[in-house]
């Protein structure tokens, strides 16, 4: 379950992205216009590490996958993935990272595979009680419930045209540009616009 702070951020999280975007190969260049289209979150079991994963349509109408990671304090060795930090007026400083350059995402992301997991619940506080609110995006893993996935301690992230491999691990940055081998092990999404599941992240066999 995660629970969602109202709060002041800043810089907001759209204008990160649009700011860190254009310089990851990946991204053909991010043309402007971004549209936010949706996006989906992950708990961190620990209850450190907030996960989300935001898909932005560009101006030349390409899907791309954004995951995102927000710390309280900074990742030992990932300075290469620091997408930058923001002010949060409940939390405080957040630092933000690209998620396949934190191993928190990467175990949560293959865990939800293997296990046939969801996105988090999301609770927003109102009043001082909670309340639910409809993540913007649905996402569902391939795998069996009760699986056992395998311990993720640390990442070294390679970019491709459409993916990045973040050690067996492959995470789709062009939504459509890339197709899961046979009998691997899938995270599938829907989000507005999107009714047929498009694939996400696989995991080979």
Sequence with gaps: ???????????TKAELIAGWLPSQTWSGGAAAPLELLGAYRFDDPAGEVGIETH???????????VPLTYRGAPL??????LVGTM??????RRWVYDGCGDPVYAAVLTATIRTG?????QWVEADGAPVRRESTARVA??????AEPPAVAAVAPIDGPAT??????VVLRVIGQATSPDGAETLTGTWP??????????LPR
């Design 76 to 81: 030992e060795g990932a300075e290469r993935h």
């Design 1 to 11: 379950m995660a629970v969602i702070h109202r709060a002041q951020i800043t810089p």
């Design 117 to 121: 997991g969801r996105e988090a619940e």
């Design 87 to 92: 002010e949060h007026s409940h939390l405080g």
């Design 164 to 169: 990045t491999d973040v050690g067996g691990l």
């Design 193 to 202: 616009g999107r009714d047929e599941p498009a694939l996400l992240a696989y």
């Design 141 to 146: 893993g391939s795998g069996t419930p009760g």
């Design 55 to 65: 898909l932005v349509r560009t101006g030349e109408g390409v899907v791309l996958q």
